[in-house]
């Protein structure tokens, strides 16, 4: 059973839709990007199918994602009002319709429509950052994890900002008269998207996830581990992207040699969590012990590469063919594991919190089908290793598309079991997740039927 954890100010949580919103949209996105990861693998997506792929993943599943935790917990770890709960609405629409725009364009061609829809995504990640900035700036003095998603905002506003140029150059040419080669650029952004704004997020939720779930506390060599990385980590991402920016060896270098020292370091933390857990083993956890060797064979693997030339589009995101190593292996598993706790944690909160003491109510892990769980977390797993192991060695060909089947499958079965989640236990139904106006007529009726027996008299 998964620990119910104490502390936390859920009364000033926004409405339960805000968050779920977020991820249901997410898990389209999930699901698309897998599609198109597999379909392009077989030769059977036309048009730019790997930016597509790219942008459905990142931009779509992982950011949309991290919108909604962080609109969620920001308020509920730091004990704050969150600033404007229709801010947190309106950017969900604009990314998704600026994305579903932007990816269209790409498949298609027809490039003349990217910066409309770029602006559009933009607009939306630029509500999610002056609103959470503004939530966030009432929770002083700041923790590390809140000074790590304030970084990951800064990180949004830089990347969106060069996103949009880039999507303006594909018709316009905007680099050329400053002399910059649109790679450097796309370099840049790329540095900033992942290194930047999504692994700092990820970072930051991890000091306390890692903690709050297992039950555990920073000591020892962790608290040393911790002071370098929130100071390594940030400026290792800037230099890095600065020095990719002005083709700069050396500061690129620097720069890419921090990134790998504080993600060692950190995964050095997360395995010390996990050993010393005091709760049982969670989908949560597993999918975090997946992490740890990831992180540890990434930044292995990358060193000598960003030591020698960090500046090759080969060594965008380590060593080569290690991106799905970090886009799968660390990223991807993070998120999975997360969402295997927060959507039924939410959901919890929502319908059973107030019952406890009343009537019988199931725990958090109750919520979803351990077997299911199990069964796409060897799917996710097995594909990873299988793909990995593709760019490294000289497998057959149909090791690519059958590694690809094998993450969709698990993929598919992660978002079954959520919607599942959703569909079962949610006060609203997953029709009232996504549809504002149902949810909120629902509201009182759902929350007059709940309440407990002693205060319905």
């Given at each position: 059973m998964s620990v119910i954890p104490g502390g936390l100010d859920t009364g000033q949580q926004p409405p339960m839709t805000v968050p779920m919103r977020h991820f249901v949209v997410g898990f389209c996105f999930l699901l698309g990007g897998a599609v198109f990861g597999l379909g392009n693998t077989l030769g059977l997506v036309s048009g730019l199918a790997t930016l597509s792929h790219v942008h459905l993943l990142l931009a779509g599943w992982v950011c949309i994602t991290i919108m909604g935790a962080?609109?969620?917990?920001?308020?509920?770890?730091?004990?704050?009002?969150?600033?404007?709960?229709?801010?947190?609405?309106?950017?969900?629409?604009?990314?998704?319709?600026?994305?579903?725009?932007?990816?269209?364009?790409?498949?298609?061609?027809?490039?003349?429509?990217?910066?409309?829809?770029?602006?559009?995504?933009?607009?939306?990640?630029?509500?999610?950052?002056?609103?959470?900035?503004?939530?966030?700036?009432?929770?002083?003095?700041?923790?590390?994890?809140?000074?790590?998603?304030?970084?990951?905002?800064?990180?949004?506003?830089?990347?969106?900002?060069?996103?949009?140029?880039l999507a303006v150059d594909f018709t316009y040419p905007v680099f050329a008269p400053l002399s910059i080669p649109r790679e450097r650029i796309v370099m840049t952004h790329a540095t900033l998207a992942v290194f930047g704004a999504v692994l700092t997020t990820i970072l930051g939720a991890l000091y306390q996830l890692g903690t709050m779930f297992t039950q555990t506390s920073l000591h020892g060599i962790d608290s040393h581990l911790r002071r370098f990385e929130t100071v390594a980590y940030p400026v290792g991402v800037v230099t890095l992207a600065l020095g990719r920016l002005?083709?700069?060896?050396?500061?690129?270098?620097?720069?890419?040699?921090?990134?790998?020292?504080?993600?060692?370091?950190?995964?050095?933390?997360?395995?010390?969590?996990?050993?010393?857990?005091?709760?049982?083993?969670?989908?949560?956890?597993?999918?975090?012990?997946?992490?740890?060797?990831?992180?540890?064979?990434?930044?292995?693997?990358?060193?000598?590469?960003?030591?020698?030339?960090?500046?090759?589009?080969?060594?965008?995101?380590?060593?080569?063919?290690?991106?799905?190593?970090?886009?799968?292996?660390?990223?991807?598993?993070?998120?999975?594991?997360?969402?295997?706790?927060?959507?039924?944690?939410?959901?919890?909160?929502?319908?059973?919190?107030?019952?406890?003491?009343?009537e019988k109510v199931p725990m958090i892990d109750d919520l979803y089908n351990a077997r299911i769980a199990a069964v796409d977390f060897i799917a996710v797993f097995l594909g990873t290793v299988l793909i990995v192991l593709t760019e490294w060695f000289a497998l057959p060909s149909i090791a690519l598309p059958v590694s690809g089947l094998s993450v969709l499958a698990g993929c598919c079965l992660f978002v079954a079991n959520m919607l599942l989640v959703i569909h079962t236990h949610s006060p609203h139904g997953l029709r009232g997740i996504l549809v504002s106006r149902l949810a909120a007529s629902n509201q009182r009726r759902i929350s007059e039927s709940q309440e407990p027996p002693s205060d319905r008299r």
């Open positions: 962080m609109t969620q917990f920001v308020p509920v770890w730091s004990g704050v009002e969150l600033h404007s709960r229709r801010f947190a609405v309106v950017q969900l629409w604009l990314v998704t319709i600026g994305l579903v725009g932007f990816v269209a364009m790409l498949l298609i061609r027809d490039l003349r429509l990217l910066p409309l829809f770029g602006a559009v995504m933009l607009i939306g990640f630029w509500v999610f950052v002056y609103n959470l900035s503004r939530t966030l700036v009432t929770a002083r003095p700041l923790d590390v994890t809140e000074r790590h998603f304030g970084l990951s905002l800064c990180f949004f506003v830089l990347l969106t900002v060069l996103g949009l140029l002005l083709a700069i060896h050396s500061i690129a270098q620097v720069g890419g040699l921090l990134v790998i020292a504080s993600l060692l370091g950190f995964s050095v933390i997360l395995a010390r969590r996990l050993y010393e857990t005091q709760v049982d083993w969670t989908p949560m956890l597993s999918r975090y012990a997946v992490v740890v060797p990831a992180m540890i064979l990434w930044a292995v693997l990358t060193t000598p590469t960003w030591f020698v030339d960090p500046l090759t589009r080969s060594s965008l995101f380590g060593a080569p063919g290690a991106v799905h190593l970090l886009v799968l292996g660390i990223i991807g598993f993070v998120v999975l594991g997360t969402l295997y706790h927060i959507v039924p944690f939410i959901i919890w909160v929502h319908r059973y919190s107030d019952l406890l003491g009343y």
